[in-house]
């Protein structure tokens, strides 16, 4: 085999290489680029109360919601008015 072949599948290798680390870079990102501060919903703190069931504190617009996770479903369990802004 010449070097022309051994220089291809390296071409090849690197072209791989390059599209495996855009994609992870853009799953960690979230969203392909979306950006978290985008939209109007934030997440903005989870907090485990159990092996199943969680507190989620949500941030909808001008409004800010305490929901109850579980494997039952999801449960508003507060809203008020956000003063972050």
Known sequence: MGWEVYL?????TLLLL???VLTVYLLRR?????SEKEGHIRVKEVRPLGLKHRLALVRVKDRLLLLGLSEKGIALLREWE???D
């Open 8 to 12: 291809r599948v390296l071409g090849v």
């Open 18 to 20: 390059g599209a495996l």
């Open 30 to 34: 979230g969203r392909w680029g979306l």
């Open 82 to 84: 956000d003063e972050e």
